[in-house]
């Protein structure tokens, strides 16, 4: 038996809780996120998109003919995302151009060193960084404005489909993956709820 998406989700759940249930989204709905802690969340993510973006062209260097449309259509949608970045940094007068924080460093850090993993544990981790917007952004139920756009991005039905896609093609590498490889995927996932949870805190801790 190998390992897939679903058990590490249940094996994991607690860990999984933290990186996708956080006070910076509870205060998206409510509307009491700090302008500071939204824009430093808003331009650290567009930094971190860049980095995911290259992360997905390795993904798709190593994939096998079956994962390539998906992994295409994803590519297509992080062009969309970085240009929608650019336009939300716009309308706020953000600049771009300000250096990684810690955590962000870190993240994309990590991103690389995925390299030199097998194909199973780079889609293992692909599938979890999309999954844990996915349902945090989703989490808190329906978000006012302006966080109404943000929530719909990463929690719309269309994202949710390529979101499982993902989950399978993952789970298909994994398969017939050794257990060593398996036992990377697994500390990949545990990697990936661990800075997802130090991202959220580190735009909550903006001021
Ligand atoms: C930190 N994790 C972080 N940012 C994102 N945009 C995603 C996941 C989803 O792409």
Redesign the pocket.
Known sequence: MSINCQYLLQTHAPAWAQATVHPFLEGCKAGTIEPAQFNTWLVQ?YL??KD?TRMAGRLLAAAPDAHMDTLLGGLGALKDELLWFQDKAAERTLDLSQPRQRTCQQ?CEFMTSLVTTAYPVQAMAFWA??Y??NLGWQQPGPMADPYTEFADR?GNPGFSDYVDLLARQADAALETASADVQSQAEAAFLRVADL?QS?WQMAFNAS
């Open positions: 993510d971190f998109v995911f993240y960084i999309e844990a917007y990463w997802e991202f």
